[in-house]
């Protein structure tokens, strides 16, 4: 017999062999899912896209925790700890952006902005804690502002607005700072004449950006609302830029 044949015999008779024993073949296990964990900065921005500062504010500190010079991640903090009324944090942070950033940054300009409105209203404005002022006489010479506020999703409750003078005008100096109240009311009394900006926040999204004038004796009514929201009308926009 033939090298070749006897070679071919052999094959065919170990592939009988291997048949008639059940030859399996051995599949490699399937890879396992590992979890992926999602990145804090990631979910934070999500949370704040919603208005969620309440969410956001302890992933960013989560966040800060793994990157501490991570500038965007304080001034986020800044931002949502200063809508969750944590002045104390927001304070904090807002000055190390400003003492880390690059002083052209629109981080470090909102930063300063803040922190110096902040000193403002401790020096000059001894209401600022006050959710309506309703308690305060009306001097006739002054102006007052009133209204409500209103999302579409309905009142809302314990908006935080700034009044702040306009700059290089008479008022400049001028800043009230408030809460509206659970029905979104809210009521500047004992104003001084001038030209203001009435807006929700100087950091972060902003939901109304107004002017305002006030004259002496004059008690105006501004109404919050999808109307008059900063995405319809945007008495400042130069600030979002």
């Known amino acids: 017999m033939s090298a070749l044949v006897l070679g071919a015999a052999l094959l065919g008779a170990m592939c009988a062999v291997a048949a008639g024993g059940g030859c399996r073949q051995t599949l490699p296990d399937p890879p396992k899912t590992v979890p992926v964990a999602l990145d804090p900065m990631v979910q934070a921005r999500e949370a704040m896209d919603r208005r969620d500062y309440?969410?956001?504010?302890?992933l960013l500190r989560d966040a800060l925790a793994r990157h501490p010079a991570d500038l965007e991640a304080h001034y986020r903090l800044g931002v949502s700890a200063?809508?969750?009324?944590?002045?104390?944090?927001?304070?904090?942070?807002?000055?190390?952006?400003?003492?880390?950033?690059?002083?052209?940054?629109?981080?470090?300009?909102?930063?300063?902005?803040?922190?110096?409105?902040?000193?403002?209203?401790?020096?000059?404005?001894?209401?600022?804690?006050?959710?309506?002022?309703?308690?305060q006489t009306q001097k006739p010479e002054l102006a007052s502002l009133s209204g409500r506020a209103v999302g579409?999703?309905?009142p809302k409750a314990r908006l935080q607005l700034f009044l702040k003078g306009?700059?290089?005008?008479?008022v400049k100096d001028e800043y009230r700072l408030l809460r509206a109240d659970q029905q979104?009311?809210?009521?500047?009394?004992?104003?001084?004449?001038?030209?203001?900006?009435?807006?929700?926040?100087?950091?972060?999204?902003?939901?109304?950006?107004?002017?305002?004038?006030?004259?002496?004796?004059?008690?105006?009514?501004?109404?919050?609302?999808?109307?008059?929201s900063s995405a319809a009308r945007d008495d400042f926009p130069e600030r979002s830029r």
Do not use: C, I, K
Not at 54 to 58: L, N, S, V
């Open 152 to 154: 579409p999703d309905g």
């Open 82 to 135: 200063s809508h969750l009324d944590q002045v104390d944090e927001a304070g904090r942070e807002f000055e190390w952006v400003v003492a880390h950033g690059a002083p052209g940054a629109s981080e470090v300009q909102v930063a300063r902005e803040w922190l110096a409105l902040r000193t403002r209203a401790t020096v000059s404005a001894p209401s600022v804690s006050s959710a309506t002022e309703a308690g």
């Open 54 to 58: 309440t969410a956001a504010a302890p």
């Open 184 to 228: 979104g009311n809210f009521h500047f009394p004992n104003v001084v004449p001038g030209d203001y900006m009435l807006t929700n926040a100087v950091a972060g999204p902003v939901l109304w950006r107004l002017r305002v004038a006030l004259g002496g004796g004059q008690h105006l009514v501004v109404d919050l609302s999808p109307a008059n």
């Open 166 to 170: 306009m700059p290089d005008s008479a």
